[in-house]
Nanobody, 114 residues
């Protein structure tokens, strides 16, 4: 059974940085594409960044140049480095596969506010 555990969220001022981590179990991690998704209050969940099993990355237009996704297959972990954060980045952030698994983790809250 897939388990996804996200961490690293918090409260940060505009312009600040955070690094999110997500550790996966129950899958052969190195074979899977992975993604970071976010859901803001009253909005649908959206894909923020993705990384294939061959390390090809893609980003939503809203985060290009500010966010960087990476993975460490030895640790079954995917990361999201977020720089130059804006209030509109406030959301619960989740990791999942690409395509997504049936199971979602609890997510990690990111709040960007002064």
């Amino acid at each position: 059974q897939v388990q996804l555990v996200e961490s690293g969220g918090g409260l940060v001022q505009p312009g600040g940085s955070l690094r999110l981590s997500c550790t996966a179990s129950g899958i052969i991690f190195r074979f899977n594409g992975m993604g970071w998704y976010r859901q803001a209050p009253g909005k649908q969940r959206e894909l923020v960044a993705g990384i294939t099993n061959t390390y090809i990355t893609t980003y939503a237009d809203s985060v290009k140049g500010r966010f960087t996704i990476s993975r460490d297959n030895a640790k079954n972990t995917v990361y999201l480095q977020m720089n130059s954060l804006k209030p509109e980045d406030t959301a619960v952030y989740y990791c999942n596969g690409r395509p997504t698994f049936d199971t979602w983790g609890q997510g990690t809250q990111v709040t960007v506010s002064s």
